[in-house]
């Protein structure tokens, strides 16, 4: 994925760190000649944890920064594997592009089947009309990190939302 980021000319905003699969990410992004953008917040900085070889990293006060200013200067949102903290910034952006704050892209990338469970439970959740279908199809699911660049580099936000400024 840090690989076709960089071959399509893309730059890649993440979390700063330089271990586990983020830090991989970043790594394959940067070997491809691609920017990538570190926001880290000063907590885990000071546990030596922020990647020091990123283009640009980012040491913020607290996760809340961190997470604003990601959503801020991202012009897309890829969940790749991982726990809590991805969920819970996937639903964030995901919400606020449902809710009009942001018109950018927002997708999963479905390795070998991780997150299905995740997807059934939306597609539950449209059918009990606790999600919006409209609001569903917002959310891009692929298992292909090309096809999902691609995606993202063709996505036009669904007329149902109203777009507002709300800063």
Known sequence: MGRLIADRG??????????GLMGALADAALDGGGEVVGVIPEAL?????????????RVVDTMHTRKA?????????????GGLGTLEELAEVWTLAQLGYHAKPCAILNVDGYYDPLVA??????????IGAEHRTMLIVETDPGVLLERIEHYEAPTAVKWVDRR
Do not use: C, K, N
């Open 121 to 130: 439970f939306l597609d539950h959740a449209v059918d009990h009309r606790f």
């Open 10 to 19: 893309m730059g890649l905003v993440y979390g700063g760190g330089d271990v």
């Open 45 to 57: 900085a000071d546990l030596e944890l922020g990647h020091a070889g990123v283009t640009d990293l």
């Open 69 to 81: 200013h990601i959503i801020d200067i991202s012009d897309a949102f890829v969940a790749l594997p």
